[in-house]
Every structure is written in structure tokens, then in C-alpha cells.
């Protein structure tokens, strides 16, 4: 059984180099990691358990479906950590209807079935973040993903620390597409679930990030914001 | 000689496909469009000819180099329509020196030269641009961008008439990456260059547009806005 957080959507992808994309978001609860400013708690904290819906894969695809009108689309996989759960079944269910998938993972746990996806992002946590980094276990990631699935990198930037990390780290792969996203300033939280984030704040960041890029000639670097905050601020399921 | 408005960056790319990746935008000047709704009415009116600089396509690429530090990146061009100048021989040398290229264009114009480009960004216009479509000359940029260009169809909404127009135009390129881009509500004109464009008028368009999309089954479609404008309002030269 996988462990259903929320399912909403269609709506558009808000971040990395699929912004913009229609997409049915299928979050998951659960999660081996608690950044600092994490923008979906109530998919990663043990204290949340109650709310996560254990589901079969023929279920999450009969949802998707439902909110879908049974048109194929592509069904991102998110969380918490969805790599943390089952869903080979449902990548094989999705695809034989249709569906592509992509996932959005820190690389800390591979699955056999990363081989099997449209698009593989990962997103290792800079220093702001507060997690420790496992080398052995991001490789295991991308090795799992081999030749067939579209593999990116996106790294989220809070401040100056972050960015020289970001800098040390893509260096390390220069053969992975490479989006870079300036961290919310101010996500919304369970205990503050109608918080608002300080719009001009992200702004300031996102114009910070596109100067240090551009000045220091590093054109590999796309910068994307997370477009759903610019047009939803912290609205939950859209 | 190549009559150039413009040579400014780098910045990021604020619109289509490309969207955040980093560039130098090579903007020309003079274009068979006049569409009602311009922001770059300065690269398009012959009343600012005087402004347009005759350069080789050497030292186009001399600019961009001293921009850029010397080092590669993608190369926008921009107009105005690019399509009705010499810009084989920039090609040439820039690809040369490891530099790659998109354009922008509206369809009216084909070169042989775009068979060389690496993106070719085609924005025939809705209804409300006002302008007339040649089906011809369109096939004609496609066929000329050959099977090694990738191409992506660009197509701005305004309003529910250039939604409607937009659904029939790209069903009948069902092969080819489909940006639907909300219009800027209010652009800077060359009258009132100052001009500041309503973000939350922007934003509400944005927001129709993703619920059209999605209500639609659309999912063909992906829905970018212009970055640049959310960044830098209707500032010039970012």
C-alpha cells in the first residue's frame, strides 16, 4: 500500500524544467528527511501519520483518473519522500493507460523502479536545510535511473552558503540539466497553515540569484522560482 | 549589415521553453508586424530607425563575447522580427566559439539559416495582435528549420477569442511543444517607457489561463508566464 498524503490537480507543475506542465500532483506522506523550511510538513511529520490515507496503486490511478477525465497527462509523484514507497505498480498501471511520471526526490533512497519514470529530479538539501548528505546514496539514485529516464538536478538556494555549496556541488555533475530555485522565505506551516509568504521578499531572491549567476558566468544554471507561489502564494492543492 | 536595437545581458530567458536559462539577448531592429499589444515597439516602428546600429555580424558577436566574459551560452535572438536579417554569418561564428542560438519569430519570414539555429521559438499571433496569418510563409519557417533545430510553438492569450484561436491553431501541430503565454497587461511604449505593467491583473490572467487549461484537458499545453515582467516589472534591458 502506498501512503496518500493529498491527490489534487490537474494543475501546472510550479517548479524545476517541467514549470509550467500540466500535471495531478500524487503527494506522499512520509519522509527520512525535515529541512528547515520544508513547504509540505504535513506530508513528513510522524505527528501527521493519521492524516495519510494507505492506498493501492489501482486506487491513486482510479483518483487520477476521476480528476483527470480519463485524459492521459503527466502525474507527478511527490511528498514527503515518495521514493520512500511502492509505486512500481503504479508507474505500470499509469503507462499502460497513458500517463507519464516524473518524481521529485532528495536522493537518499533509490528504487528499482527509477528506471521506469519520465523524469527523475533530484534534490540533494544545502547546508540551510540542516540534512546530512549521503554520496553513496544519491549515486545509487542516479545509477538507478539509467540511461532511460530524464534526470535533473535542482537546488534550492537560501543564501550565500547554499549558492557556493550549489556552485561545489553541480560541478560534480556537470552532465545533469540544472535548476537552480530561490527557497521560499517564508512557507506556510501546520501550525500556520494560512501563513503568507512575503512575495517581494522571493522577488529580491530570485533577482539576487539571476545577478550571482549571470555575474559569475555560470550558464549552466537555469533559475527558475516556484511559479505556484508567485500565483497561489501558499496555497495548499493548487 | 545587421540593423541591431539592442545587445543586453547576461540576464535569464523570460519566456517559452527556455525559460530561465541564462542568455544575451541580440535584439534587431525593424519588423513586418505591428501588433497591438507590442513591448518592444522601439525594435519595431521605422520611426525609430535612427535608433537601429548597422553591425557585422564579427562585431554583434564581439559584443556578446565582451558581455558574456567570453564565455559560451545561448544566444537570443530577438526582434522585432530576427527573421528578415542576414544572421547566417553570426551563426557561423558564434557556433564557431561554442555559443548556441535560439530565436524568436513570428512565422512570416524563412531562412535557410534556421535549419542551424538550436531552438526556433514560432509566435504566430492570436486576434488580438490584429495581424494577418500567411499559412504559406508559416509552413515555410517550419520546413525551413528542418529535422536538427528544435522548434516550439509560442502562442499569446489575451483574451477567450485568442484561447478559442489557440485550441484550433496548435491542434493542427499536434507534433510540436506548445507555451501558451499570458498577455502583458499593460507593456512600456515607447511614449511611456515607464510604464509599469498591473502584476495582479497579470497574475488573475495567469490564473484564468491555468484554469482553462486544466478544465479543458488541455494537457498538451504548457503555461508559462513572462518571467522577466514579474522580476523586473516592464523594465528594458533585463
Request: proline share 7%.
Amino acid at each position: 500500500m502506498i501512503a496518500i498524503s493529498e491527490i489534487f490537480g490537474p494543475t501546472i507543475q510550479g517548479e524545476g524544467a517541467l514549470t509550467g506542465v500540466p500535471t495531478v500532483f500524487v503527494r506522499t506522506g512520509g519522509c527520512d528527511f525535515r529541512c528547515s523550511w520544508c513547504d509540505t510538513l504535513y506530508a513528513v511529520e510522524a505527528r501527521f501519520k493519521a492524516d495519510w490515507t494507505p492506498m493501492s496503486a489501482e486506487a491513486v490511478l482510479a483518483e487520477v483518473e476521476r480528476l483527470s477525465g480519463g485524459r492521459p497527462l503527466l502525474i507527478t509523484l511527490s511528498g514527503g519522500n515518495p521514493a520512500l514507497q511502492p509505486l512500481g505498480d503504479l508507474l505500470s498501471l499509469g503507462q499502460a493507460r497513458g500517463y507519464t511520471f516524473a518524481i521529485e526526490t532528495q536522493g537518499s533512497k533509490a528504487q528499482d523502479w527509477f528506471a521506469r519514470l519520465d523524469h527523475l529530479t533530484l534534490s540533494p538539501k544545502p547546508p540551510s536545510a540542516g540534512m546530512a548528505f549521503s554520496q553513496r546514496r544519491f549515486d545509487a539514485c542516479l545509477a538507478a535511473a539509467g540511461v532511460n529516464t530524464q534526470v535533473t538536478l535542482k537546488l534550492v538556494i537560501a543564501d550565500e552558503a547554499d549558492y557556493r555549496w550549489a556552485r561545489d556541488f553541480a560541478a560534480r555533475y556537470p552532465h545533469l540539466p540544472l535548476t537552480l530555485q530561490p527557497c521560499n522565505p517564508a512557507p506556510a506551516t501546520p501550525d500556520e497553515p494560512a501563513r503568507e509568504t512575503d512575495l517581494d521578499a522571493l522577488n529580491a531572491r530570485l533577482r539576487w540569484l539571476v545577478d550571482k549567476v549571470t555575474a559569475d558566468g555560470w550558464f549552466a544554471a537555469r533559475v527558475l522560482p516556484q511559479l505556484h507561489v508567485i500565483i497561489w502564494n501558499n496555497e495548499r492543492g493548487v
